[in-house]
């Protein structure tokens, strides 16, 4: 199998446009996660979902939607981008946190440049 | 609220030597810990995690971590390090009454030949 897949790998944007950033799995996973990592801030949860139709807030949620219509997809859309938004957003998946197979699985990233 | 904190940027060691990479954590309930390493240029890659049982958990590449309740702790160590050991490590932890996996800001790993 694939893993967690994410698309695009590299994209920029200007400022105020708005985009979606795909993330697939196909371990039949139900949690699933965005995490934006910044030098000097290590990695800082953006929005999380534990199941299909559930998504929560995390640690750094202001400008970024989700939502999660099947168990495989999870979209994180940027509503108008702001330069603050460059950065490398990372996709991540696992069973749910009470299962004791829970293990995050990443993927590879996508690089955001907003000029 | 769940926090983790790796208190070094940067650890330096020798080839063949012990190394050390430090984790603190806090939580209002109980710890679910875990650490993953990054290479350059990729994603993050499992090591090892901490539910409940034995406080010396091993994990992948040799590396082990003692999860320390008193003094809120889960250092990662290897007994003798590899230069290809060379890499980002992060810290991360989730409280088992809530469903965020919170990360530290990581440790840069160099191993020296």
């Known amino acids: 199998n694939a893993g967690v897949t994410q698309t695009p790998k590299f994209q920029v944007l200007k400022t105020g446009q708005s985009m979606t950033l795909q993330c697939a799995q196909d371990?039949?996973?139900?949690?699933m996660s965005w995490y934006r990592q910044d030098p000097g801030m290590g990695l800082r949860l953006i929005h999380y979902s534990v199941g299909a139709g559930i998504t929560d807030q995390g640690e750094v949620p202001n400008g970024y939607n989700v939502s999660r219509s099947t168990t495989e997809d999870f979209p994180l859309r940027l509503l108008s981008a702001a330069p603050s938004q460059t950065s490398v957003y990372f996709c991540?998946?696992?069973?749910?946190?009470?299962?004791?197979?829970?293990?995050?699985?990443f993927g590879p990233g996508t690089r955001l440049l907003v000029l | 609220a769940q926090s983790v904190a790796q208190p070094e940027d940067q650890v330096n060691v020798a080839e063949g030597n012990p190394l050390t990479v430090k984790c603190t954590y806090s939580?209002?309930?109980?710890?679910?810990l875990f650490w993953y390493v990054q290479y350059p240029n990729r994603g993050l890659q499992f090591l090892l995690k901490?539910?409940?049982?034995?406080?010396l958990v091993k994990g992948s590449y040799g590396f082990e971590a003692e999860f320390n309740k008193s003094q809120t702790s889960f250092h990662l160590k290897k007994p003798s390090a590899l230069v290809s050991d060379s890499a980002l490590y992060f810290c991360?932890?989730?409280?088992?009454?809530?469903?965020?996996?919170?990360f530290g800001k990581g440790t840069r790993l160099h191993i020296l030949p």
């Open positions: 939580v209002s309930g109980n710890p679910y």
């Open positions: 991540a998946s696992s069973f749910h946190p009470l299962d004791s197979r829970e293990t995050q699985y």
């Open positions: 371990m039949n996973h139900e949690y």
């Open positions: 901490y539910i409940t049982g034995d406080n």
């Open positions: 991360a932890v989730r409280d088992d009454g809530d469903d965020k996996i919170i």
